[in-house]
C-alpha cells in the first residue's frame, strides 16, 4: 500500500517556509550564490570558500540525519499525526536551524572553531538545499524500518568524521560546550591536523 502524496494546503505552507528561509537570510546579508560566481553540486575540500556555499558538500549527510532524527522523533511523540502535518514540522525546525546558523552570533561562534576559521554563514542557495536534503533524509526514513535507518546515520556519521574530521555530532558538541573545556580543546586540535 502506497503512503498518500502530500495535500495541496502542506505543498503551498511548504512553499511559503521556503519563502520565509530565503527572506531572513537576505536579511542577514547571507548572499544567493557563492562569491566565486560558480553553482557546483559538490564541494569537496572543507577549508575551500565554496564549503556551506553550493548545493551540496561534507554536512549534507549531517542534513540527511537531520531528517532521520525527525521523523523518528515526530514518530515517537505525535504518531497520529498525519505526515503531511509531521513534514511541515520538520521542515519548520530545520528552517528554524538554519536561520539560527546563519545568525551573526552563531557565525562567529563557528568561527572560533578550527575548521570553520573563515567561515561567513551559508549562501541561501546551500541553506536551501540543507533542507531539501533534510527532507530526503525525512521521506527515506519514512518508507524504511529503523533498524536500517540507525546504522546508516551511524555509518553517515563515521564516514565524514573520517574524510573531514567533523560531523554531526562534533559539530553540536562544539556548539554547545564551552570553548575552553579539555575535550573541546583536543576536538580543535584533532580537527586542526585536517588541514595538513
Request: no cysteine.
Amino acid at each position: 500500500m502506497t503512503k498518500p502524496a502530500l495535500k495541496p494546503i502542506v505543498i503551498a505552507l511548504s512553499v511559503a517556509l521556503i519563502g520565509i528561509q530565503i527572506a531572513v537570510l537576505h536579511a542577514f546579508g547571507q548572499p544567493f550564490f557563492a562569491a566565486s560566481g560558480r553553482i557546483l553540486i559538490w564541494a569537496n575540500d572543507p577549508f575551500s570558500p565554496d564549503m556551506s556555499q553550493q548545493l551540496a558538500d561534507w554536512y549534507s549527510f549531517s542534513h540527511i540525519i537531520h531528517g532521520f532524527i525527525f521523523f523518528g522523533l515526530l514518530r515517537l511523540v505525535a504518531p497520529r499525526l498525519p505526515l503531511g502535518a509531521r513534514f511541515l514540522i520538520a521542515m519548520s525546525i530545520e528552517i528554524g536551524w538554519e536561520v539560527v546558523e546563519n545568525s551573526p552570533a552563531i557565525i562567529r561562534h563557528y568561527r572560533e572553531q578550527a575548521l570553520a576559521a573563515g567561515y561567513v554563514g551559508d549562501s541561501i542557495l546551500n541553506s536551501l538545499s540543507d533542507t531539501f536534503i533534510m527532507l530526503v533524509g525525512f521521506f527515506f526514513a519514512s518508507r524504511v524500518r529503523a533498524r536500517y535507518v540507525v546504522p546508516l546515520a551511524l555509518v553517515f556519521e563515521i564516514f565524514t568524521a573520517s574524510m573531514i574530521r567533523d560531523n554531526l555530532t562534533l559539530n553540536v558538541i562544539n556548539l554547545i560546550a564551552p570553548a575552553q573545556w579539555a575535550p573541546i580543546r583536543a576536538i580543535h586540535a584533532w580537527q586542526a591536523g585536517a588541514e595538513h
